[in-house]
């Protein structure tokens, strides 16, 4: 009932939906908000979720594996190069005020709920995942595109560890098993090959007791490139 309010206090501030000209977007995100570091145990955690949290901050421990924070935005300066070569500059400063990551554009516990663990020597990213009740698709069970979502996440952040910055420009998916909503789930993505700016990339969706697999993917990332030849019109051509 609380959350239910705070939406209807949210919307009643920004006012009436999609408007005209001269409306006036305003965030209520916090600087502190903006820089919380998501990627750790909150109230919403279930207890198997906390469990595998644990098991994997204890392999942290020898230096093998790391856990990766995550923001609601990224990181000043960590995507810098890449706005500045692909993005229109005039909306740049728009989409920084207002652009939040999808996965984390939930109130705690409604969607993602997840961390991240890499181990860069066997070139492996790790994800625990628990979906929330906003991410339903038939009832009781996980909706396919928001599966594919955090299969694209963690595969893009495999691809990511050694490619910096790296496009989605395939992804093959094949269903198993359907996922209850609310469970817990590990995905594992492996690079597979490095092939000059592509990257290939596998990874399965296992349940939290590793016994059933509910989905595998394939991948493939590239890393884009400036091509420093001008159009007619000055602008750069942005290739992949």
């Known amino acids: 009932m609380l959350r239910g309010c705070a939406a209807r206090?949210?919307?009643?501030?920004?006012g009436p939906g999609p408007a005209g000209p001269g409306t006036?977007?305003?965030s209520?995100?916090?600087?502190?908000?903006?820089h919380k570091d998501?990627?750790?145990p909150n109230p919403t955690w279930s207890e198997d979720l906390r469990l595998l949290y644990e098991q994997f901050m204890k392999k942290c421990e020898d230096g093998s594996w790391e856990r990766l924070p995550s923001y609601?935005?990224?990181?000043?300066g960590g995507c810098s190069d890449f706005q500045?070569?692909?993005l229109d500059p005039s909306a740049t400063k728009e989409l920084k005020s207002r652009a939040r990551l999808f996965t984390r554009s939930f109130e705690d516990g409604l969607g993602f709920e997840y961390v991240m663990f890499c181990n860069d020597a066997e070139k492996r990213v790790v994800c625990i995942l628990q979906?929330?009740?906003h991410l339903q698709g038939m009832p009781g069970l996980f909706h396919g595109g928001a599966i594919l979502t955090i299969i694209d996440a963690t595969a893009g952040m495999c691809a990511k560890r050694i490619g910096k910055v790296v496009l989605t420009a395939n992804l093959n998916v094949n269903f198993k098993r359907p996922i209850p909503l609310?469970?817990?789930v590990v995905l594992n993505a492996q690079l597979e090959k490095a092939e000059g700016r592509k990257f290939f990339v596998s990874c399965t969706v296992h349940s939290g007791d590793g016994r059933t697999l509910h989905t595998e993917a394939t991948s493939l990332f590239i890393k884009p490139v400036h091509n420093e030849h001008k159009t007619a019109s000055g602008d750069f051509h942005n290739t992949l």
């Open 182 to 184: 609310c469970s817990v």
């Open 72 to 76: 609601r935005q990224h990181p000043a």
């Open 9 to 14: 206090l949210r919307l009643r501030a920004l």
């Open 84 to 86: 500045a070569r692909h």
């Open 38 to 40: 998501y990627a750790v």
């Open 28 to 34: 209520f995100s916090s600087e502190k908000d903006i």
């Open 131 to 133: 979906g929330g009740p």
């Open 24 to 26: 006036v977007w305003r």
